[in-house]
């Protein structure tokens, strides 16, 4: 079956950097998009980045310029360099995959992606 699992989160200083991982299994990775969501407290989960199959990239407004998604598709790993984190980028992040080849789709929407991870908890203290 479909797994992803992620890693690398953590509590980290205002103005500091994270990279998460997220490895999947259980699918023909090369051919997903995948993509990078979060849920701060007492809000709903947004997007924040993907990565099309053919490795064309997507971000927020909130995360431009800080945040790089990148794919390995030896490793089967998707990442999520975050720099220059602030307070407000706290939240339990989500790695998510959709089949990508020969469908056009939304990367920022979520209910485009058929598997998530099971999430990685990023705190950024100020």
């Known amino acids: 079956q479909v797994q992803l699992v992620e890693s690398g989160g953590g509590l980290v200083q205002a103005g500091g950097s994270l990279r998460l991982s997220c490895a999947a299994s259980g699918l023909s990775f090369s051919g997903y998009n995948m993509g990078w969501f979060r849920q701060a407290p007492g809000k709903e989960r947004e997007f924040v980045a993907a990565?099309?199959?053919?490795?064309?990239?997507y971000y927020a407004d909130s995360v431009k310029g800080r945040f790089t998604i990148s794919r390995d598709n030896a490793k089967n790993t998707v990442y999520l360099q975050m720099n220059s984190l602030k307070p407000e980028d706290t939240a339990v992040y989500y790695c998510?995959?959709?089949?990508?080849?020969?469908?056009?789709?939304?990367?920022?929407?979520?209910?485009?992606?058929?598997?998530w991870g099971q999430g990685t908890q990023v705190t950024v203290s100020s």
């Open positions: 990565i099309r199959w053919s490795g064309a990239t």
């Open positions: 998510a995959a959709a089949r990508g080849i020969g469908r056009d789709m939304v990367v920022s929407g979520q209910y485009e992606y058929n598997y």
